[in-house]
């Protein structure tokens, strides 16, 4: 079992910054990947941007690219999403999410067999 708890939302305004973070627990020994989702008021969940555990790899959604960073903290259980330049389109509930499985796409919601609470993020014009 792997718990996930996120932390670092809140309400910005637009251009600002922001750092997300992810603490993980438990068997984190058998994660595989570990990735950021946001969903929007209506909207599915989305895939923003993963990091292999072993932190060697990175993905980003087109979005998310040139603006988010993903990376691994000191505290090697905690993952980090830094969001800059936030947009009021980047509102959403984020969502850390940890896979175990070595197969499926690392940008696949259903990829993914442990989740977070989210953290509410609100971007103002």
């Known amino acids: 079992q792997v718990q996930l708890v996120e932390s670092g939302g809140g309400l910005v305004q637009a251009e600002s910054s922001l750092r997300l973070s992810c603490a993980a627990s438990?068997?984190?020994?058998?994660?595989?990947?570990l990735g950021w989702f946001r969903q929007a008021p209506g909207k599915e969940r989305e895939f923003v941007a993963a990091?292999?555990?072993?932190?060697?790899?990175?993905q980003y959604s087109d979005s998310a690219k040139g603006r988010f960073t993903i990376s691994r903290g000191n505290a090697q259980n905690t993952v980090y999403l830094q969001m800059n330049s936030l947009k009021p389109e980047d509102t959403a509930v984020y969502y850390c999410?940890?896979?175990?499985?070595?197969?499926?796409?690392?940008?696949?919601?259903?990829?993914?067999?442990?989740w977070g609470q989210g953290t509410q993020v609100t971007v103002s014009s």
């Open positions: 999410a940890a896979t175990t499985y070595y197969s499926g796409s690392y940008s696949y919601a259903p990829s993914y067999n442990y």
């Open positions: 438990g068997g984190t020994f058998s994660i595989n990947f």
């Open positions: 990091i292999r555990w072993s932190g060697l790899s990175t």
